[in-house]
């Protein structure tokens, strides 16, 4: 409940509202969800792509890797774009 900026609420009229969440995270820092490895959550791979998916703990690692310095280092990257350069704390959570 405290990561989103909205709240579900029960409703005497409907199921449910939606409501500001004035403690979420995202009021004060940069958040990023990252579905890994591809293949769960929401993210997919192309099919036509040799070894899209990976089949152990090392290729998660080095997929994971490779993400964090397109965010950093690629000039299209969201960071770049946001202003967040590699001396800001990173915190990543499981």
């Given at each position: 409940?405290?990561?989103?900026?909205?709240?579900l609420k029960t409703?005497?009229?409907?199921?449910?509202?939606?409501?500001?969440?004035?403690?979420?995270?995202?009021?004060?820092?940069?958040?990023?969800?990252?579905d890994q490895p591809?293949?769960?959550?929401?993210?997919?791979?192309?099919?036509?792509?040799?070894?899209?998916?990976?089949?152990?703990?090392?290729?998660?690692?080095?997929?994971?890797?490779?993400?964090?310095?397109?965010?950093?280092?690629?000039?299209?990257?969201?960071?770049?774009?946001?202003?967040?350069?590699?001396?800001?704390?990173?915190?990543?959570?499981?």
């Amino acid at each position: 409940m405290e990561l989103g900026p909205f709240w579900l609420k029960t409703s005497d009229s409907k199921p449910f509202d939606v409501v500001r969440n004035k403690y979420a995270w995202t009021n004060d820092y940069n958040v990023i969800f990252v579905d890994q490895p591809v293949g769960t959550g929401l993210s997919y791979a192309d099919p036509n792509y040799p070894k899209a998916y990976v089949t152990n703990m090392t290729e998660i690692a080095n997929d994971f890797y490779a993400a964090l310095k397109e965010l950093y280092l690629s000039p299209g990257g969201c960071f770049q774009k946001v202003g967040i350069k590699g001396e800001h704390p990173l915190f990543v959570f499981g």
